[in-house]
């Protein structure tokens, strides 16, 4: 991995640390690396602390926004954004689409399931299928979508500006270290000294 790769990638998985720290229902991070692993440049990991039968609606949303935290960094530290996030900005996306149109959260459009199974796509790819709701309530539905990953986006943004001393301080020490551990990552949130050893 290049520098400037190794940069890029220590900043975008440390803005899906510093969401998950700020988000809380969100599990504890459990390890930060930026060793390139199959096609990803890095992982942030973290390990449920009980075993959940339900997602709630702000559990859902905050997600999205731990989701979003790499893309968000990249676009504050370097003005700039890469295909890192393509999956992220996927997974955000679906989990928004069925808080809308599968659990039925969305105020506006009320708690009633759209289309016919759980995997009926809706923005631009659903032409195929047999509809059991109007052009116009589509619409609504993908906007209902954008909205929920935009104030995500929104709510990322204000958590690592407002934090960016501590994205460029876990960043620089991810770039030296190539992993930290969830207790080394808590620590330098905390705002404990961490010994570097490379």
Same mark, same amino acid.
């Given at each position: 991995?290049?520098?400037?790769?190794?940069?890029?990638?220590? =900043?975008? #998985?440390?803005?899906?640390? &510093?969401?998950?720290?700020?988000?809380?229902?969100?599990?504890?991070?459990?390890?930060?690396?930026?060793?390139?692993?199959?096609?990803?440049?890095?992982?942030?990991?973290?390990? *449920?602390?009980?075993? $959940?039968? =339900?997602?709630? /609606? $702000?559990?859902?949303? #905050?997600?999205?926004?731990?989701?979003?935290?790499? !893309?968000?960094?990249?676009?504050?530290?370097?003005?700039?954004?890469?295909?890192?996030?393509?999956?992220?900005?996927? !997974?955000?996306?679906?989990?928004?689409?069925?808080?809308?149109?599968?659990?039925?959260?969305?105020?506006?459009?009320? *708690?009633?399931?759209?289309?016919?199974?759980?995997? +009926?796509?809706?923005?631009?790819?659903?032409?195929?299928?047999?509809?059991?709701?109007? +052009?116009?309530?589509?619409?609504?539905?993908?906007?209902?979508?954008?909205?929920?990953?935009?104030?995500? /986006?929104?709510?990322?943004?204000? &958590?690592?500006? +407002?934090?960016?001393?501590?994205?460029? +301080?876990?960043?620089?020490?991810?770039?030296?270290?190539?992993?930290?551990?969830? #207790?080394?990552?808590?620590?330098?949130?905390?705002?404990? $000294?961490?010994?570097? !050893?490379?």
């Amino acid at each position: 991995m290049t520098e400037k790769n190794k940069k890029i990638t220590a =900043y975008h #998985e440390t803005g899906h640390a &510093i969401a998950h720290y700020f988000c809380e229902t969100q599990d504890d991070v459990h390890q930060i690396s930026i060793i390139p692993r199959g096609f990803a440049g890095g992982y942030t990991m973290s390990l *449920p602390s009980e075993d $959940k039968m =339900y997602n709630s /609606y $702000k559990e859902m949303k #905050e997600e999205i926004i731990v989701l979003l935290g790499g !893309r968000v960094a990249e676009s504050l530290i370097f003005d700039d954004v890469t295909t890192g996030a393509s999956n992220d900005i996927e !997974r955000a996306t679906d989990i928004a689409r069925s808080m809308i149109t599968k659990y039925g959260m969305s105020e506006k459009l009320g *708690p009633i399931a759209f289309g016919e199974n759980s995997n +009926e796509v809706f923005i631009g790819r659903d032409m195929g299928h047999t509809k059991n709701y109007s +052009e116009k309530v589509a619409a609504e539905i993908d906007d209902e979508i954008y909205q929920i990953v935009k104030e995500g /986006y929104d709510k990322v943004t204000e &958590i690592l500006t +407002e934090h960016i001393d501590k994205l460029h +301080e876990v960043s620089k020490i991810l770039i030296e270290k190539e992993k930290l551990s969830g #207790e080394e990552f808590a620590k330098i949130m905390k705002g404990e $000294k961490l010994t570097v !050893r490379v």
